[in-house]
């Protein structure tokens, strides 16, 4: 068997669901272990057979010590697993969600500046970090001195907020996972003119157009052996 492991609950473990049956025809067992540390418990406790493979999701945060701990921990596993666990490349969840293009359309944000920052950052993400010297935008440079504790992590979070703001689908929303894979609208506002609304209706399909922009490919670079 072929398990995909994450932390993600909620919008994030559909968004794994999704990914599988999307890329992967339903190949993989999905199941979420509900943090970085169930992920660890889980694979400490393993009846791996010999024809299983593990794909740890795990959003590794290079500016938090426990996480950076955590992994190295889940390296020292998957070291010793003789390439039955495999660590998938990842970031926070918030990144994923900021890399779909169609979002800021659906959204109707008319934050301009916002939007450019969002395509410097995503041409500077390097190896989980943001490269500062591939950023020549004064504007960027600027949003991002304003964090006390400069992190990746914070970062994209609050970029994630300014373009999806309080919605009940929205990142912050209690519906967030679900309003994307059900038949249901993108805002809460449909008065409101600067929300948008997808081309589709349907929730399987508006999901599908979602994973498969450029800007997600880039990121699931999963390859499934």
């Not at 991002?144 to 990142?171: C, D, H, P």
């Amino acid at each position: 068997m072929k398990y995909l492991w994450t932390e993600d609950t909620g919008a994030g473990l559909h968004f794994w669901k999704l990914v599988n049956q999307l890329f992967f025809d339903d190949a993989l067992v999905v199941e979420s272990k509900e943090s970085n540390q169930g992920l660890l418990d889980a694979l400490a406790d393993i009846d791996m057979k010999e024809d299983d493979k593990y794909y740890i999701a795990f959003d590794y945060v290079v500016d938090n010590q426990d996480i950076r701990n955590k992994y190295r921990m889940l390296k020292s596993i998957a070291d010793k697993a003789e390439g039955k666990i495999i660590i998938l490349d990842m970031i926070c969840f918030e990144y994923l969600i900021l890399v779909f293009d169609k979002l800021v359309a659906w959204t109707g944000t008319g934050k301009i500046d916002k939007i450019k920052i969002r395509e410097e950052v995503l041409a500077a993400v390097e190896d989980h970090r943001i490269n500062l010297s591939k950023i020549d935008d004064e504007k960027t440079l600027q949003y991002i001195a304003g964090f006390k504790r400069y992190s990746t992590e914070r970062v994209m979070k609050s970029l994630v907020g300014e373009f999806t703001q309080n919605e009940k689908w929205s990142v912050k929303g209690v519906h967030m996972g679900e309003c994307w894979y059900k038949d249901c609208c993108v805002s809460e506002h449909p008065d409101n003119l600067r929300c948008g609304k997808p081309e589709v209706e349907d929730g399987s399909e508006k999901m599908r157009m979602l994973m498969q922009s450029e800007e997600v490919h880039k990121i699931i670079s999963i390859i499934i052996g």
